[in-house]
Nanobody
């Protein structure tokens, strides 16, 4: 069992930056691929980024490539998402998730989810 708690969301202006954190409980954090997803009002939850167990490999959605960076610190049981050059269309609730499959962009590949943190980008 893994429990995930996100933090770091907030209100930011167009072009601004935020850093999201996701703290995991338990001693098995390094066994999981970690992913970030987001869900805007009235839309499906969509893949944002994923990172391998060691942190050596990453994957991004095309819409965030070059602007967002996923990283992890296995010693701290934490995964991060650095959000730069934010746009109003990035406004959503951001969720972190833990799964077994390699860098999967599919929601079904993730077994554990956090409660989400709101990111709002004003124009």
């Amino acid at each position: 069992q893994v429990q995930l708690v996100e933090s770091g969301g907030g209100l930011v202006q167009d072009g601004g930056s935020l850093r999201l954190s996701c703290a995991a409980s338990g001693r098995t954090f390094s066994r999981y691929t970690m992913g970030w997803f987001r869900q805007a009002p009235g839309k499906e939850r969509q893949f944002v980024a994923a990172i391998s167990r060691s942190g050596g490999s990453t994957s991004y959605a095309d819409s965030v490539k070059g602007r967002f960076t996923i990283s992890r610190d296995n010693a701290k049981n934490t995964v991060y998402l650095q959000l730069n050059s934010l746009k109003p269309e990035d406004t959503a609730v951001y969720y972190c998730a833990a799964g077994i499959d390699w860098l999967s962009p599919s929601r079904e590949s993730y077994n554990y989810w956090g409660q989400g943190t709101q990111v709002t980008v004003s124009s």
